[in-house]
Each structure stands twice: as structure tokens, then as C-alpha cells.
């Protein structure tokens, strides 16, 4: 339920805007004056988008071969354990291909802008054209995260007053794991943006709105095409919908079947994928081994939490607000620890979770979307 305005409320309703926007341009300025450009798994993300683009497929091996990735500002980079042959033959990416499809628009633009600019005026602010080409995906990928600050700071206010949510999502958005991330080519953030439309769909101004079930189906049904591991999280936000959404409604059933198919059928689409290129359902990182145990997990679930160098409340203090916020508000909110523990338990359990497939707050990131506060 939406709480009555004050009469100042409606008058810093006008001001939301401007929180995204701030954050906007603070983590631009950052990343003009210390980032480390296209390291990491980031350039092999902008490899797929590259072959996309150039040869119209995802076979990565002639663009290792030839130094594509210098259009992004790293020449020459290497294959490593990024990419292998499908069952094909096919040398693919070992990283799921939606987060290369959702960038491409911005790549293709990006390219076209670069090529356009004088390189003796590119050299000026020490960049080539290849660097300027990631940084204007970059640039993306923070626009993709003060959307998704939007949705929060829509929803926290149904569930609070305007002047707790600006509050609240300017925290979010200026600490870690928001502000550490937000600028990168990592799937997290799409993910968040989905998170954070689901939620708005749960408890903002989206539940007040018929189209946004079936647009939230179909944006959980893409979380797993960004990473495989996002598909117990999709699991989870399909619980958090049904909860709060259809629990009790009377919902047409043209609708109904529709948002079934839209989140199904992607899920179902990219399972079948990756049973034709890589022969297993489990995708190429588990080809040679699982690398989920037990064993990892018992160390890896508390870890994950204190860990000195990795671990969440180390790296991300806000989370532990996030979770005493979350206990002040579970009578409405503990529908969020499906999701959560969804996401959680995979991360904790692999056996590379110091720093491999869950490092610090980063994977986690979509988590930090939840609202924070009752009515």
C-alpha cells in the first residue's frame, strides 16, 4: 500500500530524476580517472559482440587469430580458458552470449562514433579509438544500472516516503557493489536491471499496471541467456510474481499462458542451446568436471559472507543494512529469500568461490535491488 503524500512530497517527486542522474555522472567521472580498461573477462564479452558484428556468427577462433579485439582497445587478446570447440568443432565463448546481444546496439554505435573522431584528438585524452569504443559501452552499462536505480528508487517510495527512498537509493547506488560494477561488461548489471524491473512490478508503480507480468516474464526468462547461474534466481523471482501478483487475482488466462511462455520459453531455448553446441545441459565450464561440491560450499557459505578478501560484508558493508532492513520488513518482504538463496548457494558451492566464479559482491549485485523499509 502507497502511503499518503505530505505536502512536501509531492514536490520531491520531481527530484527523483535526479538521483540516477547524479550517480550517473559521479561513476563516469571515476572511471575517467582510474579504471582498468577492457581486463579481465570483459574483453571476450566484446569479442562475441565483435564477431556479431563483423562475421555475422559467434566462432571466436578467427578473431583471436587476427586481433580483433584491438577494435576495442585490446590488441591481440588472448583465448585462454575464455573460449573451446563445441561439439562441433565451433571455438564459442565459455560466457553465456545475452549479455553480447543486449550490448550490440551500443557496440555497433560506438564503433561508428570512434571511427569518426580525429585519433591526434583521441590521443589528447590519452585514448585510441578502441578504448573510446569500450568506454562508450561502458557508458552504457552505467546508463543500464541508473535505469535499474530508477526502478528502486520507484519502488522503495510505495513503500516508504520519497524523501527514505532518495535517501535510500543513493546509498545503493554509491556503494559497493553498485558502484564498483556498474561500469563494467559483466552480465551483473542487465541483471540488476531486471531484478529491479521485477521488483517494481512486485511492489512499485508496476503493480499497478497489467502489462508489466507478462514484460516481467519475459525479462526472467532471459536472466539465464546473461549467465547459467542466473537461472535459479529466475526460478526465485518467478516465486516473488506468483506471490504478489497472482496469489488471489483473477488474472486472464490470455495473460497468464503469455507470461508463461515468454519466461519458459527463453529458459528452455537456452538449455537446448547449450545441449547443441556443448553437448550438456551444464554448459562448457562443467564439460571437464562440476565444479559445485559440498565440500566447497561448507567453506564457501560462510566465506562468501566474511571472507578477509572476497567476502560480502567485507567488501560491501551496505549489505549488512540491507539485512537488518530486510529483517524490519519480513512480514512483507521474506518472498525475497528465494531469489536470494538461489543466487547464493551456486556461488558459495563452486569450488573456485574466492575468486573465481563468485568474487566479492559482484555476482551477487542483483541481490542489492531489494527495497529496504516498511510502511
Known amino acids: 500500500m502507497e502511503l499518503p503524500l505530505t505536502p512536501r512530497e509531492p514536490r520531491l517527486r520531481h527530484a527523483f530524476w535526479l538521483v540516477p542522474s547524479c550517480v550517473f555522472f559521479l561513476i563516469w567521472g571515476l572511471t575517467t580517472h582510474g579504471k582498468f580498461s577492457v581486463s579481465g573477462d570483459e574483453p571476450h564479452y566484446l569479442l562475441v559482440a565483435e564477431s556479431l558484428w563483423s562475421d555475422g556468427d559467434v566462432d571466436l577462433a578467427d578473431d583471436y587469430a587476427d586481433g580483433s579485439s584491438a577494435r576495442f582497445g585490446h590488441d591481440h587478446v588472448a583465448?585462454?580458458?575464455?573460449?573451446?570447440?563445441?561439439?562441433?568443432?565451433?571455438?564459442?565463448?565459455?560466457?553465456?552470449?545475452?549479455?553480447?546481444?543486449?550490448?550490440?546496439?551500443?557496440?555497433v554505435?560506438?564503433?561508428?562514433?570512434?571511427?569518426?573522431?580525429?585519433?591526434?584528438?583521441?590521443?589528447?585524452?590519452?585514448?585510441?579509438?578502441?578504448?573510446?569504443?569500450?568506454?562508450?559501452?561502458?557508458?552504457?552499462?552505467?546508463?543500464?544500472?541508473?535505469?535499474?536505480?530508477?526502478?528502486?528508487?520507484?519502488?522503495?517510495?510505495?513503500?516508504?516516503?520519497?524523501?527514505?527512498?532518495?535517501?535510500?537509493?543513493?546509498?545503493?547506488?554509491?556503494?559497493p557493489p553498485v558502484l564498483s560494477n556498474a561500469f563494467l561488461v559483466f552480465p551483473e548489471v542487465p541483471a540488476l536491471l531486471i531484478v529491479a524491473?521485477?521488483?517494481?512490478?512486485?511492489?512499485?508503480?508496476?503493480?499497478?499496471r497489467s502489462w508489466t507480468l507478462v514484460a516481467a516474464a519475459a525479462a526472467i526468462g532471459s536472466l539465464p541467456w546473461l549467465h547459467r547461474k542466473f537461472t535459479l534466481l529466475a526460478l526465485g523471482l518467478v516465486f516473488v510474481?506468483?506471490?504478489?501478483?497472482?496469489?488471489?487475482?483473477?488474472?486472464?488466462?490470455?495473460?497468464?499462458?503469455?507470461?508463461?511462455?515468454?519466461?519458459?520459453?527463453?529458459?528452455?531455448?537456452?538449455?537446448?542451446?547449450?545441449?547443441?553446441?556443448?553437448?550438456?545441459?551444464?554448459?562448457?565450464?562443467?564439460?571437464?568436471?562440476?565444479?559445485?561440491?559440498?565440500?566447497?560450499?561448507?567453506?564457501?557459505?560462510p566465506g562468501l559472507l566474511i571472507g578477509r578478501e572476497n567476502g560480502l560484508l567485507v567488501w560491501a558493508p551496505i549489505y549488512l543494512g540491507t539485512a537488518a532492513a530486510w529483517w524490519h520488513t519480513r512480514a512483507w518482504s521474506w518472498p525475497l529469500f528465494v531469489p536470494v538463496v538461489a543466487l547464493y548457494v551456486p556461488s558459495a558451492a563452486h569450488d573456485l568461490w574466492w575468486g573465481g566464479f563468485s568474487p566479492a559482491a559482484r555476482f551477487l549485485l542483483p541481490r542489492i535491488a531489494a527495497p529496504r523499509r516498511s510502511e
Open 109 to 175: 554505435a560506438a564503433r561508428g562514433l570512434a571511427a569518426a573522431m580525429p585519433e591526434a584528438q583521441l590521443r589528447r585524452f590519452r585514448m585510441s579509438p578502441g578504448l573510446f569504443t569500450y568506454a562508450l559501452v561502458s557508458l552504457f552499462q552505467i546508463a543500464l544500472s541508473c535505469v535499474a536505480l530508477g526502478f528502486v528508487l520507484d519502488t522503495a517510495r510505495h513503500r516508504s516516503t520519497p524523501g527514505i527512498a532518495i535517501l535510500v537509493t543513493a546509498a545503493v547506488g554509491l556503494s
Open 197 to 208: 524491473f521485477v521488483l517494481w512490478t512486485c511492489w512499485g508503480t508496476g503493480a499497478e
Open 241 to 301: 510474481v506468483i506471490w504478489t501478483r497472482w496469489r488471489g487475482a483473477a488474472w486472464p488466462r490470455g495473460r497468464i499462458i503469455a507470461a508463461a511462455l515468454l519466461c519458459a520459453l527463453p529458459i528452455a531455448a537456452f538449455y537446448a542451446c547449450s545441449l547443441a553446441w556443448w553437448g550438456t545441459v551444464a554448459g562448457p565450464t562443467a564439460i571437464d568436471r562440476v565444479p559445485l561440491s559440498w565440500p566447497a560450499f561448507a567453506a564457501g557459505a
Open 79 to 107: 583465448q585462454e580458458q575464455h573460449a573451446r570447440p563445441g561439439v562441433d568443432g565451433v571455438v564459442r565463448s565459455v560466457h553465456d552470449p545475452g549479455l553480447a546481444v543486449l550490448i550490440l546496439p551500443a557496440y
